[in-house]
Every structure is written in structure tokens, then in C-alpha cells.
């Protein structure tokens, strides 16, 4: 008798009841733990409602890596867009990802195109499209509540003009309606004491929203409502939500506990049992690193990918903490044929080490001047490289299917 395969694997059965609520958009409806902050943001942005176009607010929310500053700035311009549909004010939100979004052009450009979808691509320098969001907003009547997520990103990138741009909009115009609000977000946000003018900075200092580490307690109630959500039920013991707990309150990370709760159920299916027992959390610790990021990573251009894969692979094998351009650069090459890619020149790659430096990922120093010369070292910020490794050429992998 032959095997029927595809039986088999829809007869398997699942812990999860709907996996989706545990995948990394997703915006849960209610945030335990940032009731507050949510309240907070409600306060000072309650007068584009209560009295549209008198002021403006800029706001900046800044935390550590996962504690639901994009979540709750979500919930948040959600909720305010609702209360001004209610009452006919034509007020939008767009949330744009400056680590994608990364030059002034190109966020201008997505906010414009809110309202002009056709907007042609080339052809206008940053001021013009900012100068023809503001003219739209006028005609039609608008507001914007435009947030800016991983500014901080941008910022160490580009300089904080964009802000001095924003900021500095309407101030132009006596008597004009103030139409574009900002929420600016990022675990810490450089601001320019000298390209801002007093009062923007000082506005903005005054409005800056500390999001803090979730202690244990906090990514247990966060931990509780997922796995209502997202698994059948009595599936996952309650130990394991605690350990869990345990383990991302290190850092304070709703990210990473969400993602190990994640694994330790695909464990489970993988064992064919229903039980999601706290081992298969520990283990999902042992494979994962909080850096690691998906979302981070899947923006990186596939040079970039090729590029970090060369580099975890040269730091493995000298085991030093830092490897030498040059180095890297070897690497590099092999690792180009591998994947059916044209090697690019030292300059090219120079530029992906800043960016990938700006990200975050890696580290860079520059040697002293011993007998190797005065050259650029890179090394890892904080993954240990066979993981890195490991995760990357998964990456690299499954975009080839
Ligand atoms: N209070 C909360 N309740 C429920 N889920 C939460 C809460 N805070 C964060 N999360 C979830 O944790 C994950 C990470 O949150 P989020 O993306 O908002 O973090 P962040 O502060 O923006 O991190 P980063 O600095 O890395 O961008 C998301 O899946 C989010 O839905
Ligand atoms: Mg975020």
C-alpha cells in the first residue's frame, strides 16, 4: 500500500488554535501593561480632536527593543483616527518604517502618495513632496498624524533634519492650520541641539514617552492572553509560560517571549504531543538569540545577507572577537560564488559595513597601529557567530525556493 503523505501531515495534529495571533504584526486588541502609556498619549494628542488645526503635537516614544512602543503607537493612532471619523474630521494616520523608508525623500514620498496613490516615483526633490503634502492637506481639508518608527535608525543615518523639516512646517505661515503631528520612535533619539530650533526641542524634550523593560509579572499577563489566543486549550502548562517569563525578563522583551513561546509550540507539534512542557521553552532559548530579529533582517538586501553570512563565518573560524576587513572580505568572495553572486568592489562593501554598523548588527573599531597597520576590525554585537550563521543562511535559503 502506498503512503499517503498529504493525509498524514492534515491528520497531524497542532497545539496551535490560530498561529497567526503569535506572528509578529500581528497588534493585539488589548495591551496589558501599557494602559498608561496609551492614556498618556490620549492626553496630549486629544486637541487634533477637540480642536483641529489649532496645534500640532510632536510626540517621541523611546524604550528598549521589544517593550511595545510600535504596538502602542498602532493602538493608539488607531483609536484616535475612530474618534475623528466619528465627528467628520479627515484625519490620517501613517505609520512608516524609517529602516525601510530611509531617505527624507522616501517618507515624504509614502505620505504623500496617502493621498495622491499615482504619485510618480522620480522627478521631485524632498521639498517639493513635502511642500505638496501640505498643499493637499489644505485643499482637501486634512490632518496627519505621521509616525515615524525606528527614527533613531534614521537619525544616526541621515542627521535629524527631517525633524527640523517637519517641525518647521507650518511655523512659516502666520495664522495657518497646523496639520501634521508626529510621533517620532526609537529605543534612544538623538536630538540635534543645534539644527533644532529652541522650541521645537524644547516641545520635544517635554514629550518624550519612556516605555520600560516588562518585568516578569508583566510578560506573564502579555504571555497569558497570547496563549488564549493562539493554542488549544490546557495545552501549555503554566510552568512554561513562566519560564518563559523568566527568561525574557532579562531583557524586558515581549518580542522574545513571544517568539519563544512560538518555538516551544512548534516543538511540541514537531514531538506530536499536546503537551507544551517547559523543556521545549529552555530549548527554544538554546536556539534563538533576541537579536535576531526577523523583521530587522528581512529588510537587509540579499549583498547584505551575503555579507554577514562572510563574516559570521570568518569570526567562527579565526574565533577571535574581530576579524579584519580585508578578512571579510575573502570570505566574501567565497561566499558570492556559493549564492551565484557578482562580488562588488571595496568601496561597495565598505558602505554595507556602515550600514550594517548603523543597524545595529555589527561593531566596527579601528585597529592600533601594530604590525597589521591601521585597518577597520568588524565584529558581532551581540549574537555569537555560528548562530548568526546558522540563521542567516536559513534566510538565504528560503528565498531561493
Ligand atoms: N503590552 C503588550 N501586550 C501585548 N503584546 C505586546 C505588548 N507589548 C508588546 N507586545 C508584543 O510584543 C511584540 C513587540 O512589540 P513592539 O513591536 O511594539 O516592540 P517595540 O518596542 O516597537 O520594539 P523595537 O524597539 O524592537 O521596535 C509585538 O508582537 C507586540 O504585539
Ligand atoms: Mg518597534
Known amino acids: 500500500m502506498t503512503h499517503d503523505y498529504i493525509e498524514d501531515e492534515l491528520s497531524r495534529r497542532t497545539v496551535f488554535k490560530s498561529e497567526q495571533f503569535l506572528s509578529i504584526d500581528y497588534v493585539p486588541e488589548n495591551l496589558p501593561h501599557r494602559q498608561a502609556e496609551l492614556r498618556a498619549l490620549a492626553q496630549n494628542f486629544k486637541t487634533l480632536i477637540s480642536s483641529p488645526g489649532r496645534t500640532s503635537q510632536r510626540f517621541i516614544i523611546e524604550g528598549p527593543v521589544g517593550t511595545g512602543k510600535t504596538a502602542a503607537a498602532k493602538r493608539f493612532a488607531e483609536q484616535i483616527v475612530q474618534a475623528a471619523v466619528r465627528r ?9 518604517n524609517c529602516r525601510v523608508n530611509k531617505t527624507s525623500y522616501l517618507v515624504f514620498l509614502r505620505a504623500l502618495r496617502e493621498f495622491k496613490p499615482e504619485f510618480p516615483r522620480r522627478g521631485h526633490s524632498p521639498e517639493e513632496l513635502l511642500q505638496m503634502l501640505v498643499e493637499v492637506l489644505e485643499e482637501e481639508d486634512r490632518y496627519l498624524l505621521l509616525i515615524l518608527d525606528e527614527l533613531d535608525y534614521f537619525i544616526k543615518q ?28 526609537g529605543r534612544k533619539i538623538p536630538l540635534d541641539e543645534e539644527l533644532l530650533d529652541p522650541s521645537t526641542l524644547s516641545t520635544l524634550q517635554r514629550n518624550i514617552l519612556r516605555f520600560s523593560k516588562y518585568d516578569r509579572t508583566a510578560l506573564y499577563d502579555i504571555l497569558k492572553h497570547r496563549v488564549d489566543m493562539a493554542f488549544e486549550k490546557n495545552v501549555v502548562m503554566d510552568e512554561t509560560i ?23 509550540g512548534k516543538q511540541a507539534d514537531r514531538d506530536q504531543t499536546n503537551h507544551v512542557v517547559p523543556d521545549y ?29 562572510a563574516l559570521a563565518r570568518q569570526l567562527k573560524e579565526t574565533r577571535g572577537a574581530y576579524v579584519t ?15 551565484n553572486e557578482e562580488p562588488r568592489a571595496h568601496t561597495q562593501i565598505w558602505e554595507w559595513v556602515q550600514d550594517l554598523t548603523s543597524h545595529g548588527i555589527i561593531d566596527t573599531k579601528r585597529s592600533g597601529s ?18 548568526l550563521e546558522q540563521f542567516i543562511a536559513s534566510l538565504l535559503d528560503s528565498q531561493e525556493l
Open 242 to 264: 513562566q519560564v518563559i517569563s523568566d527568561i525574557a525578563s532579562e531583557r524586558g522583551d515581549a518580542r522574545y517571549a513571544i517568539e519563544l513561546l512560538w518555538r516551544s
Open 281 to 309: 521553552a529552555r530549548q527554544a532559548k538554546a536556539d534563538t538569540h533576541p537579536e535576531l530579529r526577523k523583521e530587522v533582517f528581512t529588510t537587509l538586501s540579499q549583498m547584505h545577507r551575503i555579507l554577514l553570512l
Open 88 to 96: 467628520d474630521i479627515r484625519l490620517h494616520n501613517i505609520h512608516i
Open 158 to 185: 541621515r542627521g535629524s533634519d527631517i525633524l527640523y523639516d517637519l517641525t518647521r512646517l507650518t511655523d512659516d505661515q502666520l495664522n495657518a492650520k497646523q496639520r501634521v503631528s508626529i510621533i517620532g520612535i
Open 370 to 387: 601594530g604590525q597589521r597597520g591601521q585597518t577597520t576590525l568588524i565584529g558581532l554585537s551581540d549574537v555569537p557567530a555560528e548562530m
Open 325 to 339: 576587513m580585508g578578512e571579510v572580505e575573502e570570505m566574501y568572495k567565497s561566499s558570492c560564488e556559493e549564492y
